[in-house]
């Protein structure tokens, strides 16, 4: 008898090539997801030596980082040079090694870690990776999914496999239900505020618990999106009927016979009874309120009735870290965190890009209007997101509140296009980093969910989304 | 890829904290589709001011650290992004080893794939060095990976570990790529298991 096995230890069991004797792997992966940014210098290796790309097939890329989202933007013209001659690097690898492809002409288009669940490539028990950090989000799945550097990159293009040694396991457990008022990113942020952005550092996560179970595919997505920001390489959640009602029937998922032999085996991707983890963490689900970031690490969560911490009150290279991010987002220790006004809102990115997002934040923004002199803008994650937000009326909410409507990309997330904070400019954002410059030089980043955004936009400042919706704190 | 063997050189100390990548190289240097010529950039909006001016007070800028060939980092050195362009840009500048209490795992990983080497040390030791570093250019640090050791300029000697395939790929600057394409009969094999058992995937 075998002994009790993680969902991780499965996952990972079932996709070694070829294990050395010191324990280090060779993992087979199923799928590579492929972007502009961090994949030019790859091909150009596999050019440089001869080689091909192993599984084509298993290769998906399309442009997100660097694109306008403003319309027009099929016309080249339209992009600073080097962001155009990266995204035609990227047109001609992808036909040159013959890899399916979603240029910003194809209503597909999107940020890679919306197009991959919403295509069907993303699979329960899958092995994904992209040279994107983000990649964890696929781990909503089922799927043991992670970042990789561009050198792995060309290394999975080559031999459709990575050298890896296997994480330890962590159970992040949420326990009961969330209140009204709270969503996905309330949990994903608690739990990263809870266990530090080192927390996870070598370990896979599994969020499991009731509220996990509780939450749609989307909102698992949110939380195993940022499992990277608490250190964590990949988070998974184990697949059950909402993961395999949402995969079935999208164009890549299989069909027929294979839909039952995969339906099999995707019922056996759980955590056995006794399964060891090497590290426990349990969140009551009741616990958890709105959260906002207040510094410049995602660690630096608070609920959104809190105040702005003292550095004094940290420990270790904490309190200077937490001097410097006060200082740098120009906020007073002590100054509660619903009196910090908003110049900018963005609603977006691979954490909260999806259409439930959408859907929450517009259910604020219905018959308001955004504050006086605010600049917001909603840029939806892929263009079949897009578009069914135009079909559901929540495109109307927006710009009639006074959001702009852009096309989809990553845009103000990292601010690699022309969309970018300026020095000062304070943003209240639903994007997944709040680091010094992210989204521009200077510019200030509080991180929230979409509701909470929404909510910022209306009132001009940090506000507890649970005011305006009438329900209790 | 450059061989890591032994290096003795500057140490410059950077002890703040969960040190990310998008400080090491800023998102506007990722738009190249080279590996070089990223140096410049390296830490580029703690190093310069808006217009582009040097920041004295910077750690590289002053003039006992403009040679630095080690960074003494804070906890958590690397976290964020999984851009490969921090390894580059370090590279590129000239840094070959960096020593803190611990690492982001994609920033640590993308470290040996271009001859940098990563060293983690408990926090008393990363404390010595980092006291050894701010004594300025006399303080050499050596790090010799061969035999898994740091020395401080006064002669103290840390041991840290390392994972020994990584240890041997760097100590003899192989291209891992090469490595696994030797094992191309169990890549086959393992698709064409994988082919009738899952064959949706």
Redesign the interface.
Known sequence: MTAPRTLYDKIWD?HV??Q?E?G?C?L?I?RHLVHE??S??AF?GLRM?G?KV?APEKTIAVPD??VPTTQGRENPEQM?E??R??VA?LDKNARDFGINYYPVTDIRQGIVHIVGPEQGWT?P??TVVC???HTATHGAFGALA???????V??VL????L?Q?K?KNMKVEITGSLRPGVTAKDITLSVIGATG??GG??YVIEYCGQAIRELSMEGRMTVCNMA?EG?A?AGLIAPDEKTFAYVMGRPH??KGA??E??LA?WKTLYTDEGAHFDKVVTIKGEDIAPVVTWGT?P?DVLPITGAVPSPESFT???V??AR?SIDYMGLTAGQKLTDIKIDTVFIGSCTNGRIEDLRAAAAILKGKKIKDGMRAMVVPGSGLVRAQAEEEGLAQIFIDAGFEWRLAGCSMC???NPDQLS?GERCAATSN?N????QG??GRTHLMSPAMAAAAAITGHLTDVRELMGVEA | MDKFTTLTGIAAPMPLVNIDTDMIIPKQFLKTIQRSGLGKNLFDEMRYTQDGKEIPDFVLNQPAYRQSQIIVAGDNFGCGSSREHAPWALLDFGIRCVISTSFADIFYNNCFKNGILPVVLPPEAVAHLMDDARKGANARITVDLEAQTVTASDGKVFAFEVDAFKKHCLLNGLDDIGLTLEKAAAIDAFEAKNASLHPWA
């Open positions: 079932d090539v070829h050395a010191d280090t060779l087979y199923d940014v961090t030019p210098q150009e030596t080689r192993r980082h660097n600073p080097e962001s001659i990266q690097a699979l028990g899958m040279g994107d950090s992670h970042g990789i550097g561009t050198s792995e060309e290394h080559a031999t459709q496999t050298i040694k994480s952005t080192a550092t070598g990277i250190g390489r998922a299989p294979k839909w032999a995969a085996y690490s660690e270790g290279g904490k200077d870290a410097r990292l601010a690699m020095p980093r680091f010094e410059g992210r030089r200077g």
